[in-house]
């Protein structure tokens, strides 16, 4: 049973840096799958942040892209989320997913992340 | 990029079926794969339909997936509607030439 795991400050102040870890258990990182990152603000639909291949290609959406880092930490089967120069733009609950080809097939229950000061 | 757009809102009776549709902007909506997750207050997404027209195990065959080229666009039908199938439901699709992934806007689904 795959499972994903979000964590991370539930509170970040503005102009820093957004943090999140998501916790994989039931499959391997390294394995032949993307994961990703989505988000979703209060009461809006969902947005796709990144997604990327260990040992591969990484992809981000445009309009972040300047401001996204994602990162694997195989030795603790986990991989990572930084955001950098946050506004309240970027509240959201954030979510990581195991991605089948371009199918999230596995999500996280996902972490409310709000940015204030 | 393309831009996937759905209806805002629908509604039915239980026990009717009603189709969401998820239109593609640009580029033939049969060029990638889509995907329709359903999302209930609270909750991750779930997979109900991926690759087009497959279900997940555990999805009921009431849920049903076309695409409509002519029109660009996707189509997630639900028949047999339930109370329990009141929920936000999103398209997804992708562009395979850079790796980008896009969302419709989302449709809330109520059966009243």
């Known amino acids: 049973q795959v499972q994903l795991q979000e964590s991370g400050p539930g509170l970040v102040k503005p102009s820093e840096t957004l943090s999140l870890t998501c916790a994989v258990s039931?499959?391997?990182?390294?394995?032949?799958?993307?994961w990703g990152w989505i988000r979703q603000p209060p009461g809006k639909g969902l947005e796709w942040i990144g997604s990327f291949y260990h040992g591969g290609n990484t992809y981000y959406n445009p309009s972040l892209k300047s401001r996204v880092t994602m990162s694997v930490d195989t030795s603790n089967n986990q991989f990572s989320l930084r955001l950098s120069s946050v506004t309240a733009a970027d509240t959201a609950v954030y979510y990581c997913a195991r991605v089948d080809g371009f199918h999230f097939d596995y999500w996280g229950q996902g972490t409310l992340v709000t940015v204030s000061s | 990029n393309f831009m996937l757009t759905q209806p805002h809102s629908v509604s039915e009776s239980p026990g009717k079926t009603v189709t969401i549709s998820c239109t593609r902007s640009?580029?033939?909506?049969?060029?990638?794969?889509v995907q329709w997750f359903q999302q209930r207050p609270g909750s991750a997404p779930a997979t109900v339909l991926y690759?087009?027209?497959?279900?997940p195990s555990g999805v009921p065959d009431r849920f049903s997936g076309s695409i409509d080229i002519s029109s660009n666009s996707a189509s997630l039908t639900i028949s047999g509607l339930k109370t329990e199938d009141e929920a936000d439901y999103y398209c997804q699709s992708y562009d395979s030439s850079n790796g980008n992934v896009m969302f419709g806007g989302g449709t809330k689904l109520t059966v009243l």
């Open positions: 039931g499959f391997s990182i390294s394995s032949a799958y993307y």
């Open positions: 640009s580029g033939s909506i049969a060029s990638n794969f």
């Open positions: 690759e087009d027209k497959q279900r």
